[in-house]
């Protein structure tokens, strides 16, 4: 997060109820990836918005000191960032930017209040997931959503060719041609399944396995990642004939929501099997306050008075976050706060999905 000093900006904790109005405008942000001319543009375009819908809901002196504080802050935006969007919230007597990891869809609202799960709310969901082609000799992954595929450079091994040298000196140790076909097999899709270890760490994507079903049975046998798979899908396909892959896996991933809460919980087991994982607001806050938290899982509606968390927490130094905690009413939103400023995530999932995490739990960053 990025507060502007030149332009005399109060640390007023978002969620806290005003009088005024308040504006909030939530916008995807890349100047590394969009020319300058581009990027003002877009902000010109939403300043527009922005002003009209404030002389619509609050004619006269308060529309246009917030209209003048909004471009004052625009005018600092940090066009060196290498964040994907922002979040600027602005009242009469206090303003705030956030330099976000997340795509967003645009938004612009006035309210009486500045709500932090906006953000959350407002996040671009592009239905992401990894597809690993295998068959006997070959490999690919790709990352696809609902519009495109696109084939991922990565170390997985693409040919089983590589290795006929490796295993050529044992050929005679088989009186059946079919054994050696076997552990070719085998070894190809070991290897397969080592590579994987980089691109999911990279990605944190739902998998999806395709191939024929002998090699789907070699691989359910041999990997390490029943945790990330969230589907096997038996076919025997090119790789470039895209339109039937598109068609075989769309009932595999027609309930989306079911899908991402099942990945998430299952990265939520994978990081509570290392010990990088932790539950309940008083933990999770204690965790996110000291710029621990990568994604955090909240259920929908979950809320918690900020008084519950009594204990002072040693934060980084210069960090006077901790502190500040206190004046707002909700502990969760306060954490929510602490993870989008400190460049985590945040998930909402359904109510009573996180019951056995006493319905909050965080992953830390391994």
Not at 50 to 72: C, D, I, T, Y
Not at 344 to 360: H, M, N, P, R, T
Request: include cysteine.
């Amino acid at each position: 997060m990025i507060i502007s000093p030149s332009i005399g900006l109060e640390q007023e904790r978002i969620g806290i109820p005003m009088n005024s109005p308040c504006l909030s405008i939530i916008m995807p942000f890349e100047p590394k990836m969009w020319s300058n001319i581009e990027l003002e543009r877009r902000l010109n375009l939403v300043l527009a918005r922005a002003r009209k819908q404030l002389e619509n809901q609050f004619p006269g002196e308060v529309a246009e000191l917030m209209s003048n504080k909004l471009l004052k802050l625009v005018r600092s935006l940090n066009y060196s960032t290498y964040k994907k969007s922002i979040a600027i919230f602005v009242c009469p007597h206090s303003e705030k930017i956030f330099y976000l990891d997340i795509p967003v869809e645009e938004k612009i609202l006035v309210d009486d209040s500045f709500d932090i799960r906006e953000l959350v709310l407002s996040k671009r969901d592009d239905r992401d997931f990894l597809l690993l082609l295998i068959n006997a000799s070959r490999s690919r992954i790709f990352r696809g959503n609902q519009n495109e595929f696109m084939r991922i450079s990565s170390s997985v091994p693409e040919s089983a060719t590589v290795y006929e040298n490796d295993i050529s000196s044992r050929v005679g140790n088989f009186s059946d041609p079919s054994d050696r076909k076997e552990i070719m097999l085998d070894k190809f899709l070991h290897h397969i399944d080592q590579g994987l270890d980089i691109v999911l760490n990279a990605y944190r994507l739902p998998l999806l396995v395709m191939g024929p079903e002998r090699a789907l049975g070699h691989f359910r046998k041999i990997t390490r990642h029943h945790e990330k798979i969230i589907d096997y899908i038996k076919l025997q396909v090119e790789e470039s004939d895209e339109q039937k892959i598109r068609e075989v896996i769309a009932p595999h991933i027609l309930d989306w929501n079911k899908i991402k809460q099942n990945d998430l919980l299952r990265q939520l087991d994978a990081a509570k099997g290392v010990g990088k994982m932790a539950s309940g607001i008083r933990d999770v806050w204690k965790m996110a306050s000291n710029r621990k938290g990568r994604l955090l899982l909240v259920e929908s509606g979950y809320r918690c008075d900020s008084w519950k968390i009594k204990e002072p927490v040693k934060t980084n130094e210069g960090d006077n976050s901790a502190g500040r905690s206190f004046l707002i009413k909700d502990a969760v939103d306060d954490t929510i706060e602490k993870i989008l400023e400190y460049g985590g995530d945040v998930e909402f999932v359904d109510k009573g999905l996180l019951k056995a995490y006493s319905s909050i739990a965080l992953i830390q960053y391994y």
